[in-house]
């Protein structure tokens, strides 16, 4: 029988929300890769605005870990919800999720740790039926390691292990899409490199 296009990983931009996964100040210091996901991740929020994307974006413990990082624009999120979870799955996420006015097909799910907070929020979702599209390139932990293991374990469970250009590509389906010319601008400068070749 003929999966559906969303089953094999396509994106519509209607059914789909960004979640921004506890891109915090404090963790920019202890981070690999840190100021290369933030370049990627800006190009990737960029193009979501401009497509219309829902955003959503948690923070860890803000009192204690600080807010979003400043070179990151959510000014357009329709939330930016403060957690002690280390899933993004909480109730006030849930609740948007649920008010969404089409519908949620997939999640395109970004930030830190990958595998902490990412992966226990990929699985949360996954279990509820969504589809996931973790960006790789937009995705850290303090170690290489657990950074790589987590995205095979993510993939292993049924996630789509992708990059900040590809989901762009995706969302946008067409070059006689009306926005192609605002997101190909975003996109003239390479994504940054993450140490992800040949080891993932």
């Not at 996954?126 to 973790?134: E, N, T, Y």
């Not at 899409?177 to 996109?187: G, I, R, S, T, Y």
Request: with cysteine.
């Amino acid at each position: 029988m003929a999966r559906s296009k969303i089953e094999l990983g396509a994106l519509n931009v209607d059914t789909t929300v960004f979640f921004l996964c506890d891109i915090q100040e404090k963790f920019r210091p202890v981070m690999r890769h840190f100021s290369e996901i933030i370049e990627n991740s800006k190009k990737l929020l960029a193009g979501g605005k401009v497509l219309g994307v829902l955003l959503i974006a948690t923070e860890q413990y803000p009192k204690g870990l600080g807010n979003t990082v400043t070179e990151l624009d959510i000014q357009h999120a329709a939330a930016v919800v403060p957690k002690t979870k280390f899933s993004m799955v909480v109730p006030e996420v849930e609740k948007l999720l649920l008010s969404s006015q089409h519908g949620v097909d997939a999640v395109v799910l970004f930030g830190i740790e990958t595998h902490v907070c990412v992966e226990q929020t990929a699985i949360d979702l996954l279990s509820r039926g969504v589809k996931v599209h973790v960006v790789a390139d937009c995705c850290s932990s303090r170690s290489q390691e657990d950074r790589t293991l987590a995205l095979q374990r993510l993939q292993q469970v049924g996630c789509f292990i992708t990059t900040s250009e590809s989901v762009l590509f995706k969302l946008l389906g067409d070059k006689e899409h009306p926005k192609f010319k605002e997101v190909a601008n975003l996109v003239k400068t390479t994504s940054q490199p993450t140490g992800l070749t040949g080891k993932f």
